[in-house]
């Protein structure tokens, strides 16, 4: 499980802990897989972190959903944000412009969550390739760049909101 993560208060010079609440520190749930969590920091809110730490071989107790801190300080205070209904969130992130969470899944399914709250299933794989990641267009929030993989039927698809708090998303 995740044993540590730390940010340096003092530009270097110490590095606490700050993973209390994630799968695998204790207090939080087990068996997860700490070399592949994905981290990201909101990008309009620095102090909000986001962490979707995969399932280990000891069972997905905790794992592979969404978790959010929004005060990064030690012991650490992270709380589960999102668990997909199937499959494992494995990327997210995040439309500054309308605070737009995403979250892709280990069985192809995209999800959107305004504020990170009432998620909606936007977007479905057609063959249920699991996301491999999952960008905003810097250029244009509206368009989120998913990459699918599998053998033969791995895409990136360029899907395009129609509103701030979207139900589906159209994909090319």
């Known amino acids: 499980g995740i044993d540590s993560l730390a940010r340096s208060p003092d530009g270097g010079n110490s590095f ?9 520190v204790p207090g939080g749930p087990a068996g997860c897989s700490d ?3 994905n981290f990201q920091v909101h990008p309009s809110q620095p102090k909000t972190l986001l962490a979707s730490p995969a399932p280990g071989t000891s069972g997905p107790s905790g794992c592979g959903a969404l978790y959010q801190t929004t ?3 030690p012991p650490g205070n992270w709380s589960l944000l999102f668990r ?18 995403y979250a892709g899944a280990s069985d192809g399914n995209l999800y959107a969550g305004p504020g990170g709250a009432n998620w909606q299933n936007v977007f479905t794989h057609p ?3 699991r996301i491999s990641d999952v960008e905003i267009d810097p250029a244009d929030f509206a368009t989120v760049y ?3 993989g599998g ?10 909101r129609s509103s701030s708090a979207p139900t589906s998303m159209t994909g090319t």
């Open 71 to 73: 005060n990064p300080q």
């Open 146 to 148: 998913v990459a699918f």
């Open 16 to 24: 606490p802990n700050i993973a209390g609440g994630l799968p695998g």
């Open 35 to 37: 070399w592949n969590t």
């Open 127 to 129: 063959a249920g390739e």
């Open 84 to 101: 997909a209904p199937s499959g494992s969130i494995v990327r997210s992130a995040v439309d500054p412009s309308v605070n737009l969470y």
């Open 151 to 160: 053998t033969g039927t791995g895409r990136i698809y360029r899907l395009r």
